[in-house]
Nanobody
Framework: QVQLVESGGGLVQAGGSLRLSCVASGENIRFNPMAWYRQAPGKEREVVAISISGGRTNYADSVKGRFTFSRDNAKNTVYLQMNSLKPEDTAVYYC???????WGQGTQVTVSS
């Protein structure tokens, strides 16, 4: 059974950058669709980026051109590079293993204006 652990969140000023990491254990995620979601206070969880097999990634319109999904198969890890952060990006960010519908515990990202 796959387990996911996120890290890399924190407090950053608007315009800054963060890189989130999600380390998977228990299963090789190399050929599995993986995704990043986020949930802001009082709002529903929303998808940020979905990486499907073949290297294709789909992004939410709100993050296109600013966020980049990547994988390190040797480390069984996925990343979310977040640049030009805005206060509206403030949320708890979650990693998701699509095949098993497994979620990580989340990592808080706070962007100050």
């Amino acid at each position: 059974q796959v387990q996911l652990v996120e890290s890399g969140g924190g407090l950053v000023q608007a315009g800054g950058s963060l890189r989130l990491s999600c380390v998977a254990s228990g299963e090789n995620i190399r050929f599995n669709p993986m995704a990043w979601y986020r949930q802001a206070p009082g709002k529903e969880r929303e998808v940020v980026a979905i990486s499907i097999s073949g290297g294709r990634t789909n992004y939410a319109d709100s993050v296109k051109g600013r966020f980049t999904f990547s994988r390190d198969n040797a480390k069984n890890t996925v990343y979310l590079q977040m640049n030009s952060l805005k206060p509206e990006d403030t949320a708890v960010y979650y990693c998701h293993h699509s095949s098993s519908d497994t979620w990580g515990q989340g990592t808080q990202v706070t962007v100050s204006s």
